[in-house]
């Protein structure tokens, strides 16, 4: 019975995410690549820990003389499940964090029609991400709060270091026969320093994620379908349902996605997830937006 008791269940998840811009005036496009290794306890402990790469290739001629961003940020999730006699559902806690570095390689001046050397600038991102959330018992509600405090330093550019604070409150709900989940998530973003984008001290947005689940012999073999939809400005948002920090990004004003998921057996899954945003550069004045195609694979032991 002890030994029963102590084991944990691991899982690994590996991620690719494909980005090809169009109209930006700097960035031609992007690519990341990543793993989270999962451990759960009796569903009720869970930890993660992840790694993911990022590059973003610049245009060749650009104003803002960028060569190539290269990041490398690390993952660590820990959350526990509380049940209280008072409530008819399962409260639980959790507490996310990031680190990362990037390093932003820049031309320097040189003489015209000459290849000019390059320079890197190394940026330091750390975020510390509580969340709190409620689930009834028969899965058909669901209650979120989560407070995000990210601290960014330059130390190689002539920029202040900025924190930024996020609020992102969500509720979920299930209809007709639980074949159906919507979830709304709000976005309060706050910058006490922005000295990085001009004009923007704070951004709104609301999320906007329906998820629909298929019969076993559904078309293709799909598990699940999906769209996502995001309206408003975000900056420097952390995304707490795919554990993600947008910290290499301009301000996205919208985003419309559809996604599916593939079960293979009792243990193994494939999401692929086609997406479109649109983003601003308020320093150069400059609308672009992106496709981008992101696969993951999962399996749990």
Request: hydrophobic share 40%.
């Amino acid at each position: 019975m002890f030994a029963e008791a102590d084991i944990w269940s691991p899982k690994i998840l590996l991620q690719n995410n494909f980005n090809q811009y169009s109209d930006s005036m700097v960035r031609d496009s992007a690519y990341s690549a990543g793993s989270i290794f999962s451990f759960d306890k009796l569903d009720r402990t869970h930890f993660s820990v992840g790694y993911q790469y990022t590059t973003v290739k610049a245009l060749n001629a650009n104003p803002d003389d960028l060569d190539s961003i290269k990041e490398h940020r690390f993952y660590l999730s820990g959350s526990h499940k509380l049940f209280f006699d008072t409530l008819p559902g399962v409260t639980t806690i959790r507490l996310d964090g990031y680190s990362a570095q990037s390093k932003h390689s820049v031309f320097v001046a040189g003489t015209p029609g000459i290849r000019r050397p390059i320079t890197t600038l190394t940026d330091q991102l750390l975020v510390i991400n509580p969340i709190i959330s409620f689930r009834n018992f028969s899965k058909t509600r669901f209650y979120e709060l989560g407070y995000a405090l990210s601290s960014y330093e330059y130390p190689d550019r002539a920029l202040a270091d900025s924190k930024v604070h996020q609020l992102s409150p969500a509720f979920g709900f299930a209809l007709g026969q639980q074949s159906d989940w919507i979830q709304l998530r709000a976005y309060f973003i706050e910058l006490d320093n922005n000295t990085v984008t001009t004009g923007l001290q704070d951004s709104k947005a609301l999320e906007l994620k329906w998820t629909h689940w298929l019969q076993p012999d559904s078309l293709l073999g799909l598990n699940n379908i999906g769209f996502q939809v995001i309206s408003g400005e975000r900056l420097f948002a952390v995304d707490p349902d795919a554990a993600e920090v947008y910290s290499l990004a301009n301000i996205q004003t919208q985003m419309a996605a559809v996604f599916g998921q593939w079960q293979i057996g009792d243990q193994t899954q494939i999401l692929a997830h086609f997406s479109w945003q649109e983003f601003k550069n308020p320093t150069l004045d400059n609308r672009y937006n992106s496709s981008s195609f992101y696969i993951n694979f999962s399996h749990q032991w």
